[in-house]
């Protein structure tokens, strides 16, 4: 009876902590996005997208996706400028579609980590990182226009990456 006892309250002690681990796990809570009208091209851009569950310091990889109605080029992803230092890093920058190769969809896919972080009201530390995603538009939707790719000029959306290490959304 009392071996029982005892894997039973291993058991309840183990399934507690694992519990405790998937709370702190980090999970996407939001994300929008905003639409663009560049002359005859009309972008549908990831543009904000907020995380909890973050652990301090942590490197997380984030993915944006974008579409339009004409051809884009990836062209950059970087931090936005202001004031102050810098409270993140970004690195690991994959873009699509690659000069060349435009089409009407892509993603960029990098590595985002928080260096300081702010803390909220409640006690929990939370970062934001204020970014620009650059790309190559084809603003006429004219392929015998602008460069190779059909590209006229490049446009900046701005994007907004945020953390909480709040295990729910406020």
């Known amino acids: 009876m009392r071996a029982l006892l005892s894997v039973l309250t291993l058991l309840c002690s183990l399934v ?19 639409t663009l009208s560049i002359g005859r091209n009309t972008i549908i851009a990831d543009s904000s997208v907020k995380y909890v569950g973050y652990l301090a310091s942590e490197t997380i990889t984030v993915t944006l ?57 409640a006690g929990a530390q939370s970062g934001l ?24 000029a490049p446009t900046v959306i701005p994007i907004q990456i945020s953390v909480s290490t709040d295990s729910q959304d406020d």
Do not use: H, M, W
Not at 16 to 34: C, H, I, M, P, Y
Not at 130 to 146: E, I, P
């Open 16 to 34: 507690s902590s694992s519990n405790a681990t998937l709370a702190a796990a980090l999970v996407e809570s939001s994300r929008d996005q905003t």
């Open 65 to 121: 996706e974008y579409s339009a109605s004409c051809n884009i080029v990836f062209k950059d992803l970087a931090r936005a400028r202001r004031r102050g230092a810098a409270a993140e890093e970004i690195g690991n920058v994959s873009g699509t579609p690659a000069p060349g190769r435009a089409t009407n969809t892509g993603a960029v896919t990098f590595d985002l980590r928080f260096t300081a972080e702010g803390q909220t009201a």
């Open 129 to 152: 990182a204020q970014l620009n995603l650059v790309l190559g538009v084809d603003r006429d939707c004219d392929l015998a226009t602008g460069d190779p790719d059909g590209v006229d």
